[in-house]
């Protein structure tokens, strides 16, 4: 229990006044007032919640919930009472509900997730460009994600359509490096100075690499060139090709003899299916050989993690313990197959 939460919240010092028999402040009223007066107070505590943060969650101005919580509301008792029961109910259903189900695993160190560290150390200590593309649901986020949590130097600038250009993106990676410059003439050497400062060990990550335009891609190429920093471009199948197959376009040449490495799969290994599973602690062979097919279909190690998300509750909604027909009912649900 939250020491500082428990001396916040303690009971009210006074009960709202029914006497005066006004619209919605009957005995009943007064009951379920202390019934969840009670309950708002031990959920709090639990979560060390302020009272302006419970208010917050209930979605009440902070005086209202003050006034009913303090027994000296004069509004309609009943009103507030249900407003509180509502997201009690929904609050309580959701943890009993994260009891029921298992920590789903952060990270695995598959075979890929390997290919994909060695990939990036090179780029950052040589300094060198690579480009790393995987199928969807391979792990690219979570790898490069635990990369940087883990690496020193190491950022990770995730495009979107909207930062295609070379302007947007600069400002998308100055967002990400904290790096303040007003002047749009001035921003990639002030992004460049950001990077060099780190030394000449200094990795940029460019996430979903497949929405940034042709320019952008040089500019990235600058920065290697420039100020020694590594690039990654990170993203599917089609930065591949890219780069790989088309020889016009600006500064192809450029680019293409300036990258070290690419790192292409398009099917997980049969082990990176295998350690998911494990690290999910599915231990019944009909599941596992369930799972494995799973694996095998487009999305691939997603399609095993939303699958059994949604098995875990289903079998919660049940009260039973996890089976195939929780798993097959799932993934069926997820609407990916008849």
């Known amino acids: 229990m939250n020491i500082e939460a428990n001396s916040i919240w303690q009971p009210p010092a006074q009960e709202p006044d029914i006497a005066s028999d006004r619209p919605g402040r009957s005995d009943a009223d007064l009951a379920a007032w202390r019934d969840l007066t009670a309950r708002v107070m031990d959920i709090a505590r639990r979560n060390g919640w302020s009272k302006a943060e419970a208010a917050r969650r209930i979605d009440m101005p902070d005086g209202t919930f003050s006034q009913w919580y303090g027994g000296n509301y004069t509004g309609r008792l009943d009103t507030q009472n249900l407003k509180v029961a509502r997201w009690l109910e929904s609050t309580e259903s959701a943890a009993a509900l994260a009891q029921a189900l298992p920590d789903a695993p952060t990270f695995v160190n598959t075979r890929t997730a390997q290919e994909i560290f060695r990939t990036l150390e090179l780029a950052q200590m040589s300094p060198d460009m690579v480009i790393i ?9 979570h790898t490069t994600r635990h990369y940087c949590a883990t690496r020193p130097h190491a950022f990770r600038v995730t495009m979107r359509p909207q930062t295609k250009t070379c302007h947007a993106m600069l400002v998308e990676i100055a967002r990400c490096l904290a790096v303040i410059e007003t002047n749009p003439a001035k ?8 990077l060099q400062r780190n030394g000449r060990q200094t990795l940029l990550i460019i996430d979903e690499a497949q929405n940034i335009e042709d320019r952008a891609v040089d500019q990235l190429r600058y920065f290697l060139d420039e100020y020694g920093c590594g690039i990654a471009l990170t ?26 490495k690419r790192l292409n799969r398009h099917q997980p290994y049969p082990e990176d299916i295998t350690a998911l ?17 799973i694996g095998r279909k487009p999305g691939h190690l997603r399609q095993i993690d939303k699958t059994l998300r949604l098995a875990f509750l289903l079998a919660a909604g049940e009260r039973a313990p996890l089976s195939v027909k929780h798993i097959a009912a799932a993934y069926q649900n997820r609407e990916w197959e008849d």
């Open 277 to 293: 599973i494990d690290a999910w602690e599915i231990h019944d062979a009909e599941q596992r050989k369930l799972l494995t097919g």
């Open 235 to 260: 993203g599917n199948t089609s930065v591949y090709g890219r780069f790989k197959d088309r020889q016009g376009g600006p500064d192809y040449a450029q680019i293409k003899t300036r990258t070290g």
């Open 133 to 141: 593309t995987l199928a969807a649901g391979m792990g690219k986020t």
């Open 187 to 194: 921003l990639d050497s002030a992004i460049g100075a950001r």
